[in-house]
T-cell receptor, first 113, second 113 residues
Framework: NAGVTQTPKFQVLKTGQSMTLQCAQDMNHEYMSWYRQDPGMGLRLIHYSVGAGITDQGEVPNGYNVSRSTTEDFPLRLLSAAPSQTSVYFC????????????FGSGTRLTVV | KQEVTQIPAALSVPEGENLVLNCSFTDSAIYNLQWFRQDPGKGLTSLLLIQSSQREQTSGRLNASLDKSSGRSTLYIAASQPGDSATYLCAVDPQGGSEKLVFGKGTKLTVNP
């Protein structure tokens, strides 16, 4: 099905480990972004990209890296996992004109122990 | 800074009731406003998108309105059903291509049979 695909769906990490959350979309959307969702905090923007080769920081970027080498993919890297990064992570995308709004992936539930 | 507020935080209604969920935003310079539904442990499903030039959008039993001048949007659900139970999120896409979708914290709706 067309849309935004996130992998893995669930992950448990030990403190200090690194990992990459994958996000891919097949709608040729220019804009892609990563959010984290925490109880009582709502959804907060981590990083976003307006096209291949262009990324920028959102509201809570510390501890995360991103790159955008292709239009389709926007991976999120945790450099050295901390318990504070336990959260649900969502990837989203939209076309340049925004006519159809944002499409979200199904999320990755990450636990750091 | 754009801020989005959703009131009430939780709502419980009997099946069959018509109901209104409220969303307010502080900056009227928006590109569009999007309503999402989130089921427990799941991702975000887009319900309705209202462009800044529009006043309302309808899909089935759902109707969303937008009043930019007063910074308000409402989501009307007709003849509610237990299957409508979920958290409803309002999100504003700010004007100017900031690519930073700003979310409210949601209204948790429970429809009792």
């Amino acid at each position: 099905n067309a849309g935004v695909t996130q992998t893995p769906k669930f992950q448990v990490l030990k403190t200090g480990q690194s990992m990459t959350l994958q996000c891919a979309q097949d709608m040729n959307h220019e804009y892609m972004s990563w959010y984290r969702q925490d109880p009582g905090m709502g959804l907060r923007l981590i990083h976003y990209s307006v096209g291949a080769g262009i990324t920028d920081q959102g509201e809570v970027p510390n501890g995360y890296n991103v790159s955008r080498s292709t239009t389709e993919d926007f991976p999120l890297r945790l450099l050295s996992a901390a318990p504070s990064q336990t959260s649900v992570y969502f990837c989203a995308s939209r076309g340049r004109d925004g006519a159809y709004g944002y499409t979200f992936g199904s999320g990755t539930r990450l636990t750091v122990v | 800074k754009q801020e989005v507020t959703q009131i009430p935080a939780a709502l419980s209604v009997p099946e069959g009731e018509n109901l209104v969920l409220n969303c307010s935003f502080t900056d009227s310079a928006i590109y569009n406003l999007q309503w999402f539904r989130q089921d427990p442990g799941k991702g975000l499903t887009s319900l309705l998108l209202i462009q800044s030039s529009q006043r309302e959008q309808t899909s089935g039993r759902l109707n969303a309105s937008l009043d930019k001048s007063s910074g308000r949007s409402t989501l009307y659900i007709a003849a509610s059903q237990p299957g409508d139970s979920a958290t409803y999120l309002c999100a504003v896409d700010p004007q100017g291509g900031s690519e930073k979708l700003v979310f409210g914290k949601g209204t948790k709706l429970t429809v009792n049979p």
